[in-house]
């Protein structure tokens, strides 16, 4: 008879490595250490993650939170081996969620989970995340790291975020007083973001260019791959600093991300409002030229579904509208007049002129 105790199997022999994942904790607290903040200590390795509101300077807050990931970016992330910005995109994906709704960001935690877990790998990603994280102000307090064999090949991994951000009672967007007249402010994006990349994937394949081949719309870019990877920007301080500096001049603010304006922009509007959009005022970037070029993606399908240049909208009253500009224009934004505020006879968004395609 075979003795079935003797195979003496060990963590490690089912493809969980405890120790590579203790060696990618020693790696981190430096990064997370290097978010730390007034309210949170950076410091990791309790149960739970801990924030003290008074510390930051908060009276009557309310709380706001958000999560996200970065969808199919990731597969180029992985097939490329350019993992150490992806991180930023997933703070972004939730702190300008949180800012458009006039709120601080406080903290963050993150979720990676990989099929195996290589501690440089987990390195490169958290140093992203913790640099975006510096970019918004916000601490990265915690997260949870999962080595899962058999449900995800090796290399494979996936993420996920969540943030919460606070703001004073009765400042939060978008504020009660939109009406017909306001003005539509666009601050430029940093390129694709974080939403469409199933069909950036699919234009790619139907291309023929190789992620290592020099990108056919950026001189700059040292390939494909690099180009389209470019982070998400984060709004997070240039909008604190504007909502602040403006006397509540703000009224609202949406993140152009999946769903593109035509989805993003009625979010924030009451129903008896519309929002214009003036299309020969957006410098559609070069990649989005080529994305449509190469897909034979129509102009309508493109406003659904990718930012074209445009990764936030800012809604003011037209007395208000200079003011706005110039701060975020000196906070490092490229501040683009876009459109009006009209009433609503039909659809939510409406476009006049053409995108540059």
Request: glycine share 12%.
């Amino acid at each position: 008879m075979t003795d079935k105790t003797t195979n003496n199997l060990t963590y490690r022999d089912a493809g969980v490595d405890i120790d590579a994942g203790n060696e990618l904790v020693r790696r981190i607290k430096p990064l997370v250490r290097s978010t730390r903040r007034p309210g949170a200590d950076g410091e990791i390795g309790g149960f739970g993650g801990l924030f003290d509101l008074k510390a930051a300077g908060f009276t009557d807050p309310v709380l706001v939170a958000a999560n996200d990931g970065v969808g199919t970016k990731l597969k180029i992330a992985i097939d490329t081996g350019i993992h150490d910005t992806i991180g930023i995109d997933l703070v972004a994906m939730c702190v300008n969620d949180l800012v458009v709704q006039g709120a601080e960001p406080l903290f963050f935690l993150d979720y990676f989970a990989t099929g195996k877990l290589d501690p440089a790998q987990g390195e490169a990603i958290v140093s992203g995340i913790a640099e975006g994280c510096r970019q918004a102000g916000c601490a990265l307090i915690g997260g949870e790291t999962a080595e899962m064999p058999g449900l995800y090949a090796e290399k494979d991994y996936d993420l996920a975020g969540f943030a919460v951000g606070a703001a004073e009672r009765g400042k939060l967007l978008p504020s009660a007083d939109l009406a017909e007249g306001d003005m539509i402010l666009g601050l430029a994006s940093s390129g694709v973001h974080s939403n469409g990349y199933s069909l950036v994937r699919r234009i790619v394949a139907l291309s023929g260019v190789a992620y290592d081949a020099p990108a056919p719309f950026e001189t700059d870019a040292p390939s494909l791959a690099a180009a389209l990877i470019a982070p998400t920007r984060i709004y997070v301080k240039p909008l604190l600093a504007a909502i602040r500096q403006s006397n509540d001049g703000i009224k609202a603010l949406a993140h152009i991300t999946g769903g593109g304006f035509v989805e993003n922009i009625p979010r924030v509007l009451p129903d008896h409002l519309s929002a214009d959009i003036d299309l020969f005022a957006v410098d559609t970037p070069p990649v989005f030229r080529w994305l449509a070029k190469a897909g034979g993606v129509a102009a309508e399908e493109m406003l659904r579904t990718f930012n074209c240049g445009i990764g936030m909208i800012v809604v003011v009253s037209a007395a208000e509208a200079a003011t706005v500009s110039a701060i975020l224009q000196s906070e490092g934004e490229t501040v683009v007049p876009l459109g009006r505020i009209l009433h609503r006879e039909g659809a939510a968004v409406t476009f006049n002129g053409e995108l540059a395609l």
